[in-house]
């Protein structure tokens, strides 16, 4: 991250340790393409491997504006380390630019940041849900979508005597 | 002649007009080719979950296919976000049922690197031995299965045979024989029952004769060889570009593991090789989890070997429930119990990505708790999911056949992938 520091200054909102010691940087969402981009064919760096990605709404922490953030986590072959930062947006300007071109591994984690956040990636090429369904309502792993909410295809029966899961009344 | 003149005697047909075998060649069967769609699932003998492939097909090739997942999704972010960490533990445990101790003893290690804690060494060793047992039992199943799918009925056999007294063991150790729960934080649940350590030797024995017996009886097999060397082929590049991990990758020629990279527990200190294979194809996968299952026995005897004696987990009541004489006779035990089991554990807010080698590569935790007794945010990185992402890439243009053992052994486990 020193090396991306170095080459884009203006890119880098933020930099800190978390608890396990790991690096992350916070990246300006304009910028995301070109440092992914470096990361990935700076020869020394190499970070090739995409690792992992997802969204986080932080409505419930002390800093929550803005809203949303989307963390990633790439690997380097080369290096043996794990790479990590992380693009924060707002609720009003929900899109991070795709990083598809640059890694096919990126496409089925932003399809699921999409489907659990509603974070739009401008240049997917095939935005769409992937684990629910396209009649889904809303976008469930933010916060103020109710854990209870339940949007059933076929509607539910009755069922007696059975505990429907953690943070509910018990009762269907 | 009289074969043209019946066809025409029964009129019009669309199906066959303007593909009329030329005069002469009645014996060549004409086989239709135009594109068709069919529906591979969502219940398939041979995806081992519901998946549903949408395939369009001309002739045998296949020209699209589209996986579509998500009947399993249960909702496992949002189920942890609002429990307590330690309850947790089981929902990890249902992301792969055939290796429900490493995910979650992968996901304890993220928790216990968010609060900062060491284990005792004797945990961290029964954590390894735990962690190989379910590497067994996973891979013998995904072997097993190619064997079986492949139309060799007698290998799965010998990998169920395997599996069952593995997972004896398995039961002895934590009480359950799928869905372990074993882990704590801070630990593991309970020490290793007497006798268990020459028993365990006992049936690592018997796993390796019969992972002789299902090496004999695939490896060098006509119709096994001939349907896995060179289908599923995907390079290294585009297996690190897709973001391939654990046996799928090293099958590619990557010699890359996390418990060689970045040890965690004892791994540094056991002496074990990492399997890397050539091609990235069918064959090699399958050859890869084979030499990993003879390097998991390895690890597990020096495991057993070496262990020390010691607590196995740690003595801070503020994480680890007090022992019960400590609960039921004085205040402190009894304050600290409810504590931990009203509030749960009180982790430091802050963030982590920590991961672990699991059966299928690895296993990603990204964790942030806001200082209270539940995780503000648990993201899986599933090993499976960018495996399965990769499947149009691999199969575009090539047989239908190809898809089952392509599908078998890139082991996509519906559990983990779809949350």
Same mark, same amino acid.
């Given at each position: 991250m020193?090396?991306?520091?170095?080459?884009?200054?203006?890119a880098?909102?933020?930099?800190?340790?978390?608890?396990?010691?790991?690096?992350?940087?916070?990246?300006?969402a304009?910028?995301?393409?070109?440092?992914?981009?470096?990361?990935?064919?700076?020869?020394?760096?190499?970070?090739?491997?995409?690792?992992?990605?997802?969204?986080?709404?932080?409505?419930?922490?002390?800093?929550?504006?803005?809203?949303?953030?989307?963390?990633?986590?790439?690997?380097?072959?080369?290096?043996?380390?794990?790479?990590?930062?992380?693009?924060?947006?707002?609720?009003?300007?929900?899109v991070?630019?795709?990083l598809?071109?640059?890694?096919?591994?990126?496409?089925?984690?932003?399809?699921?940041?999409?489907?659990?956040?509603?974070?739009?990636?401008?240049g997917h090429?095939?935005?769409?849900?992937?684990?629910?369904?396209?009649?889904?309502?809303?976008?469930p792993?933010?916060?103020?979508?109710?854990?209870?909410?339940?949007q059933?295809?076929?509607?539910?029966?009755?069922?007696?005597?059975?505990?429907?899961?953690?943070?509910?009344?018990?009762?269907? | 002649?009289?074969?043209?003149?019946?066809?025409?005697?029964?009129?019009?047909?669309?199906?066959?007009?303007?593909?009329?075998?030329?005069?002469?060649?009645?014996?060549?069967?004409?086989?239709?080719?135009?594109?068709?769609?069919?529906?591979?699932?969502?219940?398939?003998?041979?995806?081992?979950?519901?998946?549903?492939?949408?395939?369009?097909?001309?002739?045998?090739?296949?020209?699209?296919?589209?996986?579509?997942?998500?009947?399993?999704?249960?909702?496992?972010?949002?189920?942890?976000? +609002?429990?307590?960490? &330690?309850?947790?533990?089981?929902?990890?445990?249902?992301?792969?049922?055939?290796?429900?101790?490493? +995910?979650?003893?992968?996901?304890?290690?993220?928790?216990?690197?968010?609060?900062?804690?060491?284990?005792?060494?004797?945990?961290?060793?029964?954590?390894v031995?735990?962690?190989?047992?379910?590497?067994?039992?996973?891979?013998? &199943?995904?072997?097993?299965? &190619?064997?079986?799918?492949?139309?060799?009925?007698?290998?799965?056999?010998?990998?169920?045979?395997?599996?069952?007294?593995?997972?004896?063991?398995?039961?002895?150790?934590?009480?359950?024989?799928? &869905?372990?729960?074993?882990?704590?934080?801070?630990?593991?649940?309970?020490?290793?029952?007497?006798?268990?350590?020459?028993?365990?030797?006992?049936?690592?024995?018997?796993?390796?004769?019969?992972?002789?017996?299902m090496?004999?009886?695939?490896?060098? +097999?006509?119709?096994?060889?001939?349907?896995?060397?060179?289908?599923?082929?995907?390079?290294?590049?585009d297996?690190?570009?897709?973001?391939?991990?654990?046996?799928?990758?090293?099958?590619?020629?990557?010699?890359?593991?996390?418990?060689?990279?970045?040890?965690y527990?004892?791994?540094?200190?056991?002496?074990?090789?990492?399997?890397?294979?050539?091609?990235?194809? +069918?064959?090699?996968?399958?050859?890869?989890?084979?030499?990993?299952?003879?390097?998991?026995?390895?690890?597990?005897?020096?495991?057993?070997?070496?262990?020390?004696?010691?607590?196995?987990?740690?003595?801070?009541?503020?994480?680890?429930?007090?022992?019960?004489?400590?609960?039921?006779?004085?205040?402190?035990?009894?304050?600290?119990?409810?504590?931990?089991?009203?509030?749960?554990?009180?982790?430091?807010?802050?963030?982590?990505?920590?991961?672990?080698?699991?059966?299928?590569?690895?296993?990603?935790?990204?964790?942030?708790?806001?200082?209270?007794?539940?995780?503000?945010?648990c993201?899986?990185?599933?090993?499976?999911?960018?495996v399965?992402?990769?499947?149009?890439?691999?199969?575009?243009?090539?047989?239908?056949?190809?898809l089952?053992?392509?599908?078998?052994?890139?082991?996509?486990?519906?559990?983990?992938?779809?949350?």
């Open positions: 020193d090396r991306v520091s170095a080459h884009f200054p203006e880098v909102v933020e930099r800190y340790v978390d608890r396990a010691g790991g690096a992350w940087a916070v990246i300006h304009d910028s995301l393409p070109k440092v992914a981009a470096f990361l990935k064919n700076d020869a020394e760096l190499e970070f090739k491997l995409f690792g992992s990605m997802d969204g986080v709404d932080r409505l419930h922490l002390a800093e929550n504006d803005p809203r949303f953030e989307v963390i990633y986590i790439l690997y380097s072959l080369k290096r043996r380390e794990h790479v990590r930062f992380k693009v924060r947006v707002s609720e009003h300007k929900l991070v630019p795709s598809v071109p640059l890694f096919r591994g990126a496409n089925w984690w932003e399809r699921l940041t999409w489907d659990f956040y509603g974070i739009r990636f401008d090429p095939d935005l769409r849900r992937i684990l629910l369904y396209e009649e889904f309502q809303g976008h792993l933010r916060k103020d979508y109710a854990l209870r909410d339940r059933p295809l076929i509607p539910e029966r009755p069922i007696k005597d059975i505990f429907r899961g953690p943070g509910t009344s018990g009762h269907s | 002649m009289a074969n043209s003149h019946s066809i025409e005697a029964q009129g019009h047909n669309p199906d066959t007009d303007g593909s009329l075998p030329p005069e002469g060649s009645e014996l060549d069967a004409h086989l239709q080719s135009k594109h068709m769609v069919i529906n591979m699932g969502p219940s398939h003998p041979a995806t081992h979950g519901t998946v549903r492939l949408k395939v369009e097909l001309d002739g045998e090739t296949i020209v699209k296919i589209d996986p579509e997942i998500g009947f399993l999704h249960r909702g496992f972010q949002k189920s942890c976000e +609002n429990v307590t960490w &330690t309850q947790c533990l089981p929902y990890t445990d249902r992301l792969n049922y055939l290796s429900a101790m490493m +995910n979650n003893f992968g996901f304890l290690n993220a928790v216990e690197k968010l609060i900062g804690l060491e284990i005792p060494e004797r945990a961290q060793y029964i954590r031995i735990g962690s190989e047992l379910h590497r067994l039992t996973d891979h013998l &199943t995904c072997v097993g299965a &190619t064997g079986l799918e492949m139309g060799g009925f007698a290998p799965f056999l010998y990998g169920m045979e395997a599996r069952e007294l593995i997972q004896d063991r398995v039961t002895e150790l934590t009480g359950a024989r799928l &869905t372990t729960t074993f882990g704590r934080v801070g630990g593991i649940n309970r020490d290793l029952p007497e006798g268990w350590a020459d028993k365990v030797l006992r049936t690592l024995t018997r796993t390796e004769e019969l992972l002789v017996e090496d004999g009886l695939l490896t060098g +097999n006509r119709i096994f060889v001939d349907r896995t060397k060179g289908t599923g082929v995907i390079t290294a590049e297996a690190i570009d897709f973001g391939w991990t654990g046996p799928a990758l090293r099958a590619c020629g990557v010699d890359h593991d996390l418990r060689k990279v970045q040890p527990w004892v791994y540094d200190r056991l002496d074990f090789d990492v399997a890397v294979g050539e091609h990235g194809d +069918n064959y090699d996968r399958y050859l890869v989890r084979m030499e990993e299952m003879r390097q998991s026995i390895r690890i597990i005897r020096q495991a057993l070997d070496t262990i020390p004696a010691g607590p196995i987990i740690v003595d801070d009541w503020r994480i680890a429930l007090p022992p019960k004489p400590e609960v039921y006779g004085t205040i402190e035990g009894v304050m600290a119990h409810f504590k931990l089991v009203m509030e749960g554990i009180q982790v430091p807010p802050g963030e982590v990505y920590d991961a672990t080698e699991a059966s299928n590569g690895e296993l990603g935790w990204y964790l942030v708790s806001d200082g209270r007794g539940r995780p503000y945010k993201h899986v990185r599933a090993p499976g999911f960018p399965l992402a990769a499947v149009p890439h691999i199969i575009e243009g090539k047989m239908l056949a190809d089952i053992p392509t599908f078998d052994t890139i082991n996509m486990i519906g559990g983990e992938v779809e949350q």
